[in-house]
């Protein structure tokens, strides 16, 4: 296995939110970084996210460079092979346990022995993606919070097979990417989502059965609770359909008390996703 001191290049799989963000973090943390997706537009979507992102965060002054200098770390390509020059690869594909397998096999194939392969998997088990590979112990989880680039958070997962020293260098990764870290065992949810989904889905239902309106239902949640997004306006961040993907998981495994709310599942099917479509428990422009 690689020393953190031995890491030059990222290699990250997936340009979507998740995708984009963690290559943007890795990049302003002074890594050179190939981000890898399936299509050339999803690859200039991720790129075009980052300047957009960059752009922001430079105007506020919270970067130590300019963005250009950030950006021009960043690599975007469709091309596998090019992770071949990654010396840690973090996976941020579509939340599907098949397809996440397959990008594993791949992986395994595609790098070095002693390069550790993480998922950024928020409910998937760690344990059954790493064996599609040959070298299970050096995958770990890391789960990245949403928006990466602003999120503290890195929830650092231990499969069955997870080595020590991989554990270790995951929690070493993601501090010098500026974040903090937990550490969760290989169980449904981990710790965040575990806790939050039924969170969400309870404000969801106490709004669909009149409890009080979205407004009051997020409003007595943050200032009840210390929070700074109710249920239904977290719910919106996150994307509806990654709220009923994540749901249906832990429903799977763990039983009838992580059931969906049926308005998170009839907003899905009507295409109302929350802020990334415009439309879900508000409306955004």
Do not use: C
Not at 27 to 51: F, K, Q, S
Request: charged share 30%; no cysteine.
């Amino acid at each position: 296995m690689r020393e953190l001191s031995d890491i030059g290049v990222v290699g990250v799989v997936g340009a979507g939110t998740m995708g984009n963000g963690i290559a943007q973090v890795a990049a302003t943390a002074g890594y050179e970084v190939v981000m890898r997706d399936i299509e050339t537009e999803y690859v200039e979507r991720g790129l075009g996210d980052i300047d957009d992102s960059l752009a922001r965060l430079g105007g506020k002054g919270r970067l130590d460079e300019e963005p250009a200098a950030i950006r021009d770390r960043i690599e975007g390509t469709t091309d596998l092979g090019a992770l071949a020059a990654a010396d840690v690869v973090v996976e941020a594909a579509v939340e599907d346990l098949d397809v996440k397998r397959e990008v594993f096999a791949d992986l395994d194939d595609v790098t070095d022995d002693d390069v550790v392969l993480a998922t950024n998997t928020s409910t998937l088990s760690i344990t059954s993606i790493a064996s599609a590979t040959d070298r299970a112990g050096d995958v770990v989880g890391l789960h990245f919070m949403n928006p990466v680039p602003i999120m503290d958070g890195v929830e650092v997962v231990v499969g069955e097979r997870t080595a020590a020293a991989v554990v270790d260098f995951a929690h070493a990764f993601a501090e010098d990417l500026g974040k903090e870290t937990w550490e969760a065992d290989d169980k449904p949810g981990f710790v965040t989502n575990r806790i939050l989904m039924p969170w969400i889905n309870e404000g969801v239902r106490a709004y669909d059965e009149g409890v009080a309106d979205r407004e009051d239902i997020d409003r007595g949640m943050r200032l009840g609770t210390n929070v700074p997004m109710g249920p239904l306006e977290l719910a919106d961040h996150i994307g509806l359909d990654v709220v009923l993907d994540a749901s249906e998981t832990l429903h799977d495994e763990l039983g009838d008390r992580y059931k969906p709310a049926y308005l998170v599942r009839r907003k899905v099917e009507a295409g109302d996703l929350g802020k990334k479509t415009g439309k879900g428990f508000y409306e955004y422009e």
